[in-house]
Every structure is written in C-alpha cells, then in structure tokens.
C-alpha cells in the first residue's frame, strides 16, 4: 500500500503511536481492541462497532471489548488499513476503495450498476457471495469481519438534471481517487476530477468541478446541495463499507474468543442499517424542503451498457465472472 510495496516509514511510526494509545486505553491484558473510523462519532458504522463492543462486553463479562477512534484521529482510511496489515491497529472500518489495489475480489461489490437496489445488495452480501469476498482478504494480513451499507450514489451538478448518458457528457465531476470510478465516469462521457471529499464544496463553488457523486447524507452534510441543486438518481454504485481485523491480532485470539468477535461483528450489521435507514430519510427530507431538483433516470439500461467496458477491465478472473454471475442471478428475487 506504500509506494514501495511496503510500510512506509510514516506509517510505522504512526503504528507506534497506535501501539501506545493500544497500551493506554488497556490493550496489554488483551481486553480492548483498537479500531478506527474516518467518520464522526455519531455516523452508523462508528454506532455500529459500539454496538459490537457492547456485545462482546455483555456476552464475556467485559473480558472483550472495543475502543474506537472515529473521525479520522489516527489517520486517512489508506493509512490506517497499512497499520492495521501491520498489526499495529487491530480493527479498522474501510471503504472498498483502498481494498481494491489489494485485492482483485473487493472491486465485485464497487461494480457500477451491478446492484439494482439496496435489497439487492444487502440480500447478496449477506449470503455466500459476502463471505467469499470478506474471505479472500485474509491472505494479505486482514480478516473481514462484516460489511456495513453506504448507500447507494448519486449524480449531482450545478448544470443540469442527469436523464440519460448524454447528459453527462463534459460535465466535470469529482470522483474518489479511485481507478475504478475514473473509468467509470469517463465511459459515461464526463471528465472525472480525484480530489479528497474535503475539497468538493468550494471545488463547487469556484467552478473547478460541475458535480460530484455521492449518497443523500454526504450530499446533505458537505453542504454540496447549495451550490449543486441538481439531483439525479443514477443510483450508479451501491457500494458497502468494510470492518475488518488485523490478522496478526486474530491469530492471538482463541478459537471461541474468534467466535465472538465474529458472531458479535455479524450481529451488528441490522443494528447499523437500522441507523442508516433513517439517517437517509432524514437527509433526503432535510434536501427535498431546502428545494433540491430530484429526478428519475429515463433509461437504466442504457448508463447500464456504457459500464460494459469497464467490467471487463476488472473482472477479468473466473472467480470473479462466478461472483457476479451469481449477484446478478439474486436480482431475479427483485
């Protein structure tokens, strides 16, 4: 994940930094795992881990627990991940972003117009599928331990309302600085700008980007619906969120403390949607009254199509074409 193949030099000292917070907040008996969240303290994945820790507390007489730290106080999701293959953290909740480079099997999930819903989505993750992919991370030091929703993401720009692919054409849009979204919106015709979340409103503002894409609370709480007034329900990528394990951790942890961890991380998942459910509904209210323009897409199928060459730029493996097979076979129940 370092430039060189390795752990930076940086990011060892940060581990070390990590590993005194470890010792501080009662690592050293084994008691308390330490976890990091880039989001706020009162966003559902970080209210989701608490849940998981309270669990751990009530089914082990405190004997296993969790601190965490959210807002990004021990560094960027990037960083953090490095620390966590190190073991110099021992939980992290990631984005698949910075899982793809490492792993080929995470980028199935970030597919664009792979799931056809929420429900879709949730339905094949919690199945075999799910597992297959948290799996195949345990070969580079991490144990995924469950997936958390994050929505799914939509266009919106300063311009125009989005209907069909031509409507994206020259639009300059900032994206994660992901190759998989790059390619995405550039096969939609628009011109893709990376640049971190922070960046956007005033990007917006200054006319350095069109438009972004993102869910209904990150549209609502970055402030972008201000200046981006236009809406469209593309729902292009509905992505899940990660938490997974240091490896180096786990492997300290006896078969039946393994799992707990497992079965209170699994548990903590309907609780997390729970919270995401009405965070959604409270944004999308909170935009629909400040006057936001909302639309439909008139031809799915269409921005569907445009999305072929970058499949076959990603999925390249049989395991792969099997996963997706298989989540494309589990829309039928839509």
């Given at each position: ?23 501080a ?17 009162d ?46 953290l ?9 899982l793809?480079?490492i ?10 117009f ?13 199945s ?39 409507d ?14 790059i ?14 979340i ?8 200054q ?5 972004a ?24 990528v ?6 997974v ?26 609780f ?29 199928a269409?921005?569907?199509?445009a ?28």
């Amino acid at each position: 994940m370092s430039d060189g193949g390795g752990i930076s030099r940086r990011n060892v000292l940060i581990a070390g930094a990590a590993a005194g917070a470890l010792s501080a907040c009662g690592r050293a008996d084994g008691r308390a795992f330490l976890s990091s969240d880039t989001h706020p303290a009162d966003y559902p994945t970080v209210q989701a881990v608490d849940e998981m820790a309270r669990l751990l507390r009530e089914r082990t007489n405190g004997r296993l627990d969790v601190k965490t730290y959210a807002g990004g106080q021990l560094g960027s999701e990037r960083d953090t991940l490095e620390i966590t293959v190190f073991g110099g953290l021992d939980m992290n909740r990631v984005n698949l972003a910075p899982l793809n480079s490492i792993e080929p099997m995470t980028t199935i999930p970030a597919l664009p117009f792979l799931f056809r819903s929420n429900n879709h989505m949730r339905r094949a993750l919690d199945s075999a599928v799910g597992d297959e992919i948290l799996e195949s991370l345990t070969r580079h030091g991490l144990i995924g331990l469950c997936f958390y929703d994050s929505g799914d993401r939509n266009f919106y720009n300063t311009k125009r309302p989005i209907y069909t692919p031509a409507d994206m054409k020259g639009l300059k849009i900032r994206v994660p600085n992901s190759d998989l979204y790059i390619a995405m919106v550039k096969a939609l015709g628009a011109d893709a700008t990376p640049m971190s979340i922070s960046e956007v409103y005033q990007s917006l503002v200054q006319g350095v980007i069109d438009g972004a894409e993102n869910n209904w609370p990150s549209y609502e709480s970055g402030r972008h619906f201000e200046v981006a007034t236009y809406y469209s329900l593309t729902q292009h990528v509905i992505a899940p969120e990660v938490l997974v394990m240091s490896r180096r951790r786990w492997d300290k942890l006896t078969p039946e403390d393994q799992a707990e961890v497992r079965k209170a991380a699994r548990e903590s998942v309907p609780f997390m949607r729970t919270l995401w459910d009405r965070r959604v509904d409270a944004a999308r209210s909170k935009l629909l009254a400040a006057g936001v323009k909302v639309n439909e897409i008139t031809d799915p199928a269409a921005f569907a199509a445009a999305m072929r060459p970058v499949w076959d730029r990603y999925i390249v493996t049989d395991d792969q074409r099997r996963i997706v097979q298989q989540i494309e076979d589990m829309a039928e129940a839509e």
